[in-house]
T-cell receptor, first 113, second 110 residues
Framework: DADVTQTPRNRITKTGKRIMLECSQTKGHDRMYWYRQDPGLGLRLIYYSFDVKDINKGEISDGYSVSRQAQAKFSLSLESAIPNQTALYFC????????????FGEGSRLTVL | QKEVEQDPGPLSVPEGAIVSLNCTYSNSAFQYFMWYRQYSRKGPELLMYTYSSGNKEDGRFTAQVDKSSKYISLFIRDSQPSDSATYLCAMSVGTDKLIFGTGTRLQVFP
C-alpha cells in the first residue's frame, strides 16, 4: 500500500459544486501539504499543516479550505468549484528530519466543467 | 518575477548523452536545494538533496549549487530511456516549505 493515499484519483464535477479531496498517510509524519500542479506553472502550495491544530495558507489558498482531522488525515475542499480550479492536486507529507524532503501521493485529477 | 525559474523544455536527447538541467532563483536566503523526478501520472519523488553550496554525486547523477550566482544544476551521465520524466527543482529557506520550479520534461530516446 502507498504511504500517502489520495482519493479520489479522478473526479469530474460541475461549476458551483462542493468537492472534497482526501489524503491519508501511514508515514507517521506531522507535516502535511496540498499542492496543485498546472502545465507551465509547476507545483504551487495551497495549504500546509504542521500538526492537527496548525493550519497555514500557502501562495494560492483563495477558493480552498482544509481540515486536519487527525495526524494522518488532511482533506482539501473546494466550496464552490470553478473551471480554473481544474488541475492535478497533490498531497505530500514531511518528516521531522533536517532535509525538508516531501513524500507525495499519486495525485488527484480534478476537472471542473 | 517567480522565485524559482526553470526552463520547461521539452529536452530530447539520445541514450548515453550527458544531460544538464538548471534552475535559477532570486531568494538569497534559500539553503536547501532538491531535485525531484516525476514520471507520467505519478507524484514527484526526491532524487537529489543538497544543503547550501557545493556538489553532490549519486551514481549517474550530480547536483551542483552555486549560491553566488543563485543557480543550481542537475547533471545526468549516460542517460537512459528510463530517465525520461519531468525534473523539478525545489528549494527552501528552512525545512518547512518548498518552492518548486515549473519542471523540465526530459525525453531520452534509444
Amino acid at each position: 500500500d502507498a504511504d500517502v493515499t489520495q482519493t479520489p484519483r479522478n473526479r469530474i464535477t460541475k461549476t458551483g459544486k462542493r468537492i472534497m479531496l482526501e489524503c491519508s498517510q501511514t508515514k507517521g509524519h506531522d507535516r502535511m501539504y496540498w499542492y496543485r500542479q498546472d502545465p507551465g506553472l509547476g507545483l504551487r502550495l495551497i495549504y500546509y499543516s504542521f500538526d492537527v491544530k496548525d493550519i497555514n495558507k500557502g501562495e494560492i489558498s483563495d477558493g480552498y479550505s482544509v481540515s486536519r482531522q487527525a495526524q494522518a488525515k488532511f482533506s482539501l475542499s473546494l466550496e464552490s468549484a470553478i473551471p480554473n480550479q481544474t488541475a492535478l492536486y497533490f498531497c505530500a507529507t514531511g518528516g521531522t528530519g533536517n532535509t525538508g524532503e516531501l513524500f507525495f501521493g499519486e495525485g488527484s485529477r480534478l476537472t471542473v466543467l | 518575477q517567480k522565485e524559482v525559474e526553470q526552463d520547461p523544455g521539452p529536452l530530447s536527447v539520445p541514450e548515453g548523452a550527458i544531460v544538464s538541467l538548471n534552475c535559477t532563483y532570486s531568494n538569497s536566503a534559500f539553503q536547501y536545494f532538491m531535485w525531484y523526478r516525476q514520471y507520467s501520472r505519478k507524484g514527484p519523488e526526491l532524487l537529489m538533496y543538497t544543503y547550501s553550496s557545493g556538489n553532490k554525486e549519486d551514481g549517474r547523477f550530480t547536483a551542483q549549487v552555486d549560491k553566488s550566482s543563485k543557480y543550481i544544476s542537475l547533471f545526468i551521465r549516460d542517460s537512459q530511456p528510463s530517465d525520461s520524466a519531468t525534473y523539478l527543482c525545489a528549494m527552501s529557506v528552512g525545512t518547512d516549505k518548498l518552492i518548486f520550479g515549473t519542471g523540465t520534461r526530459l525525453q531520452v530516446f534509444p
